[in-house]
């Protein structure tokens, strides 16, 4: 079966994914899914990320075929980072000892002020038409010496 993964105790057993403590995916695109309970240094990043930023919630995101249900937290400026999440009563206190709100992403959806915005560098603008037309008369010229 294409991507099924499998991991082997030291002795060999064989295991389904389900019964993982925690693992890592890196998929043929460079995705990573993430599977499992949080580490603590996960957790902790998560408590900095809550500090460091003004008017942070928490979204619960559902699990679905590439990632465990996993805790979002988002920024008022649209930064966000996340977790893999046991369970939702987890998610929920964590938020709750933190003092922000918490919300489940699968029923409100994904905050405005988060799309668009990636870790990623930005893609370009486009050109304008004046600077395509531009591009393409000096490319035309240069063929043309």
Known sequence: MVGSVVARRRGGAARPPDTFSHCTLV???GLVARFGKP????????KEFAAKHQGVE???EPRTATFDQSLLL???GGEWQRVPVADRK????????L??????????GYPERM?????AKPA????????LEAWFQSESAAEGD
């Open 27 to 29: 998929l043929h695109n």
């Open 39 to 46: 580490k603590r240094d996960e957790l902790e990043k998560l």
């Open 58 to 60: 928490g979204y619960l």
């Open 74 to 76: 988002v920024a008022r």
């Open 90 to 97: 987890r998610a929920e206190s964590f938020c709750k000892k």
């Open 99 to 108: 003092g922000i709100p918490f919300y489940d992403a699968g029923i409100v």
């Open 115 to 119: 799309r668009g915005r990636s870790k």
């Open 124 to 131: 370009p603008e486009a050109p304008t038409p004046a600077e």
